[in-house]
């Protein structure tokens, strides 16, 4: 596919776009009426139409219900979805709204109700048209808030979310593609003000976006780290998955796959290196606890403390300790370490 920032995508270029979602017996296109989304839908659309067989492609739009123009933008999305011959609906975010995190609880909402359409109309991706320059920034962000390999990695081409595959065909396509393929197809888009809100992080960062290009960090440069950070991320989890296996075997766990808890024994956990075993601390935390997804730098806390447990019995002192963390219970007694579901809560007044 050309790669010339204001190049045209072609159908061709589509048909390499979308040829791993061709099975897919229906596909849910998220379209908020802005350039990106209106060009995942109108060359979806021209994809499908050169199928003998495909998927059935159902426009979404969500109204996060935070600007006027929102709904005037909606209807303007169903139309062109019928003249494309798409059925369209659109689904609200009701209800009160945070004063604080508006943008994470927005995308949290619209993902949700995506995931809910997907599961009503039978479909099995959600597609979204993040860019490559949505990429590049999702990777700054991640960068300021010092996320580890995983997060660097950025956004992935498909994962999981709500129980649908999230689809990103875009992510090798820049911004500037997309607007030069709707103007030639004559067909309009929205502008949401929010993108230029310098109130919010991405558009802070989108304004940086030309300083750093001219020290060479620009979106494809970035997004080239990103793709190595994911390489190199895949491989730290298939050696984790050989821990997990190397542990059972030398007697931290009947199985790795055990549903009460799980179990490590410390001497053998304690050689393996500091990476992997962050990685199998947020395991069995995420999978044991019951107040969602642990934080990277509490499970960092967590293993220098047992650490420090450890070498209490080297030193031939105690060696215990007992503390939560997402709702996980972590122990360390008799030089094994166990993670479990923590007690519920007790509230005031029980």
């Not at 739009?61 to 019928?82: M, S, W």
């Not at 597609?127 to 991640?142: C, G, P, S, Y």
């Not at 790795?256 to 024994?265: E, G, I, M, N, S």
Request: net charge positive.
């Amino acid at each position: 596919m050309p790669d010339s920032e204001h190049s045209v995508i072609s159908a061709q270029d589509a048909k390499r776009l979308f040829a791993a979602l061709r099975a897919a017996p229906a596909l849910v296109l998220a379209v908020s009426g802005g350039p990106d989304s209106t060009a995942l839908m109108w060359l979806a659309a021209r994809w499908r139409r050169n199928l003998a067989h495909g998927p059935r492609l159902i426009a979404v739009t969500i109204d996060h219900g935070l600007r006027a123009e929102a709904a005037r933008e909606a209807r303007d999305v169903k139309r062109l979805a019928q003249s494309l011959g798409l059925p369209h609906r659109t689904m609200r975010w009701r209800g009160a709204k945070p004063k604080t995190g508006l943008p994470a609880a927005a995308r949290a909402a619209r993902y949700k109700l995506l995931a809910e359409a997907a599961r009503t109309s039978g479909a099995t991706h959600i597609l979204t048209a993040h860019t490559r320059d949505d990429q590049a920034e999702t990777l700054l962000m991640r960068m300021l808030r010092g996320s580890g390999i995983a997060g660097l990695a950025a956004m992935a081409s498909q994962s999981e979310r709500e129980g649908v595959l999230l689809a990103r065909p875009f992510l090798g396509v820049s911004k500037s593609q997309l607007v030069a393929t709707l103007k030639k197809a004559k067909i309009g888009f929205a502008e949401d003000p929010t993108n230029r809100d310098l109130n919010f992080t991405r558009p802070r960062l989108r304004a940086l976006m030309p300083a750093l290009a001219a020290e060479g960090g620009d979106a494809r440069t970035l997004v080239r780290l990103a793709s190595r950070l994911a390489r190199a991320n895949a491989a730290v989890e298939v050696l984790a998955d050989g821990a997990e296996r190397y542990l059972a075997l030398a007697g931290g766990a009947a199985s790795p796959a055990r549903l009460d808890a799980r179990v490590f024994d410390f001497a053998a956990f304690a050689g393996l290196p500091e990476e992997v075993r962050i990685r199998l601390l947020q395991r069995a935390i995420d999978r044991f606890g019951h107040e969602g997804p642990a934080e990277l730098g509490k499970i960092e806390g967590l293993l220098l403390a047992l650490d420090q447990a450890g070498a209490r019995q080297s030193g031939k002192g105690r060696f215990s300790l007992k503390q939560t963390l997402a709702g996980a219970l972590i122990s360390l007694v008799g030089g094994r370490i166990r993670v479990e579901p923590a007690p519920p809560r007790r509230r005031r007044g029980d």
